[in-house]
T-cell receptor
Framework: NAGVTQTPKFQVLKTGQSMTLQCAQD?????MYWYRQDPGMGLRLIYY???????DKGEVPNGYNVSRLNKREFSLRLESAAPSQTSVYFC?????????????FGPGTRLTVL | SQQGEEDPQALSIQEGENATMNCSYK?????LQWYRQNSGRGLVHLIL?????REKHSGRLRVTLDTSKKSSSLLITASRAADTASYFC????????????FGAGTRLTVKP
């Protein structure tokens, strides 16, 4: 039981390049989330998927797209990376989207955009 | 926008001492959660306290919630070096996890 896994762990991009961050969970959770964490700030929600087949914008969605491929997998795509997207990205999942449900986090992807 | 703000930003104590971290938030909530993050790792859920609860315990953790002051505190008793981590409070703005707001965290260092 791996929980929430993310790939890659580290990535360096040049401005304008694209990439996809992968996330998978094996806990049969319905809801999945993508956050970014910047120094001195808390996590900010980029996109979420309340259930398979649905995705919605969070607090900071600009410059990102997501795909809920199936119940297990939720990917985050940067179409044209910018230095402002340098951050640590965390994927999380929860049984439902209810606010009393615990969120389980992956180990993170550290992204640097030059 | 940040909903929760932790205080202090950093705290350094000796092993065996108690550590207290505070969180203030801005809007009404139905629950407040505390998470822990070890360096270079993802967040781990510690405890949830509902708006109708004033205090909750879990092992060496004690959480209080004062909805009139819009504040919460996390107390770690008899701290250990392994408690060294960042601690975040998180509050959902709605009844969904889709709008969870995290504070900037308190960095706790426990010296052996």
């Amino acid at each position: 039981n791996a929980g929430v896994t993310q790939t890659p762990k580290f990535q360096v991009l040049k401005t304008g390049q694209s990439m996809t961050l992968q996330c998978a969970q094996d806990m049969n959770h319905n809801s999945m989330y993508w956050y970014r964490q910047d120094p001195g700030m808390g996590l900010r929600l980029i996109y979420y998927s309340a259930s398979e087949g649905t995705t919605d914008k969070g607090e900071v969605p600009n410059g990102y797209n997501v795909s809920r491929l199936n119940k297990r997998e939720f990917s985050l795509r940067l179409e044209s990376a910018a230095p402002s997207q340098t951050s640590v990205y965390f994927c999380a999942s929860s049984p439902t989207s209810g606010s009393t449900d615990t969120q389980y986090f992956g180990p993170g992807t550290r992204l640097t955009v030059l | 926008s940040q909903q929760g703000e932790e205080d202090p930003q950093a705290l350094s104590i000796q092993e065996g001492e108690n550590a207290t971290m505070n969180c203030s938030y801005k809007t009404s909530i139905n629950n407040l959660q505390w998470y822990r993050q070890n360096s270079g790792r993802g967040l781990v859920h510690l405890i949830l306290i509902r708006s109708n609860e004033r205090e909750k315990h879990s092992g060496r953790l004690r959480v209080t919630l004062d909805t009139s002051k819009k504040s919460s505190s996390l107390l770690i008793t008899a701290s250990r070096a392994a408690d060294t981590a960042s601690y975040f409070c998180a509050t959902p703005l709605t009844y969904n996890n889709n709008d969870m707001r995290f504070g900037a965290g308190t960095r706790l260092t426990v010296k052996p």
